[in-house]
């Protein structure tokens, strides 16, 4: 999660493993995300990444399959932020910073029922 994004970052009470191609990276900070929630905050990363699921319970969200193969997400006042897709996630640019959604019908059958656990309990 790009840093100016957030407010209010702070210790976490446990730390998270985040699995990547390219190794495992511990998570220790947590952050305010204006108008969604608190994320976490790996200083080394490169994208935010959002859960579709916990974005759907704040704004509504639409997929559009023909027009623009898109999620779009309408926020308050009707502003839209566009979700384009890439090779295997959607994003959304903001000028330097990008945000990631994937669902978790993508990645759940990439993990055991006992990895999947206990991610879950570390949230």
Same mark, same amino acid.
């Given at each position: 999660? @790009?840093? /100016?994004?957030?407010?209010?970052? $702070?210790?976490?009470? /446990?730390?998270?493993?985040?699995?990547?191609?390219?190794?495992?990276?511990?998570? +220790?900070?947590?952050?305010?995300?204006?108008?969604?929630? @608190?994320?976490?905050?790996? &200083?080394?990363?490169?994208?935010?990444?959002?859960?579709?699921?916990?974005?759907?319970?704040?704004? $509504?969200?639409?997929?559009? @399959?023909?027009?623009?193969?898109?999620? &779009?997400?309408?926020? &308050?006042?009707?502003?839209? $932020?566009?979700?384009?897709?890439?090779?295997?996630?959607? #994003?959304? @640019?903001?000028?330097?910073?990008?945000?990631?959604?994937?669902?978790?019908?993508?990645?759940?059958?990439? #993990?055991?029922? +006992?990895? #999947?656990?206990?991610? /879950?309990? +570390?949230?």
């Amino acid at each position: 999660m @790009s840093k /100016k994004l957030l407010k209010n970052i $702070h210790d976490a009470k /446990k730390s998270l493993s985040l699995h990547f191609n390219a190794g495992i990276a511990t998570v +220790r900070k947590v952050g305010d995300l204006p108008g969604y929630s @608190s994320v976490c905050f790996y &200083e080394d990363g490169i994208a935010n990444v959002l859960s579709l699921d916990n974005v759907k319970k704040k704004y $509504h969200v639409t997929y559009d @399959s023909t027009a623009c193969d898109c999620f &779009e997400l309408q926020k &308050e006042g009707g502003t839209k $932020h566009v979700f384009k897709p890439s090779k295997r996630l959607f #994003y959304l @640019s903001l000028s330097n910073d990008v945000a990631l959604v994937t669902t978790v019908e993508d990645k759940i059958n990439k #993990y055991t029922v +006992r990895e #999947y656990s206990y991610t /879950k309990k +570390r949230m």
